[in-house]
């Protein structure tokens, strides 16, 4: 018996169907490239609202730990949640006592309970001389505190900080204006992003 057999013929599209397929296929890709926009800016609000913040110093009060018109990072999270405690040596970014319109960036030096006096320059916190190595001999200053009295210890207060600038000659600090409150301190930098050569986690 015989018979001719007829090949398979390819399944295709008809025509009209395929223009809809891609208007399809480029709306599922627009949506998707929405939504995975949508997620970063949600994850770029979270890390800058809740964890980390972008800062600029300004002035030379740091020097030379931080220099004028570096951008840092400052770590939010670990002070708000009550993660890690503020603690001696630490840089922290703070809402001034006197004005909270602006923020200062300082060294705290002296915690809760410690006390606290400066001779000559030289900090004793418990009665025993602070080792500053990150305070240059051209930076340091030979300024007494209390200023204009007899230098004598004082109790840093319940939830206060007291805090200074690394450049002691050129720095506006707890020396002047008195202990910073707890609540007034809203971060603490950790990491220099900018300019390149100065990229690096601060000590």
């Known amino acids: 018996m015989e018979y001719n057999q007829v090949p398979p013929q390819p399944l295709t599209t008809p025509p009209a169907e395929r223009p809809t397929r891609r208007v399809r296929a480029g709306f599922v890709s627009a949506i998707s490239w929405v939504r995975d926009l949508v997620f970063s800016v949600l994850i770029a609000i979270v890390l800058i609202v809740f964890i980390y ?5 300004e002035g030379t009060s740091m020097e030379p730990a931080l220099a004028d018109q570096e951008r ?6 670990t002070y708000w949640f009550g993660l890690g ?6 840089t922290v970014v703070f809402w001034y006592p006197l004005d909270r319109t602006k923020s200062y ?6 915690v809760p309970g410690d006390l606290v006096r400066i001779e ?7 009665d025993t001389p602070l080792l500053e ?11 007494s505190w209390p200023l204009g009295e007899v230098p004598v210890d004082r109790q840093v207060p319940p939830n206060e900080y007291f805090v200074l600038g ?9 020396r002047a204006w008195g202990y910073v409150p707890a ?4 971060g603490k930098a950790v990491f220099v992003y900018w300019p390149p050569d100065r990229i690096g986690r601060l000590r």
């Open 120 to 126: 000559a320059g030289e900090v004793y916190v418990n």
């Open 53 to 57: 913040q972008p800062v600029k110093v």
């Open 105 to 110: 960036i300082k060294r705290v030096i002296a």
């Open 183 to 186: 609540e007034n301190i809203y």
């Open 133 to 143: 190595d990150y305070v240059p001999p051209d930076s340091r200053d030979r300024v």
């Open 72 to 77: 840092i990072f400052i770590n939010k999270f």
């Open 85 to 90: 405690k503020i603690q001696r040596g630490d």
């Open 166 to 174: 690394d450049h002691r000659s050129q720095s506006s600090d707890s």
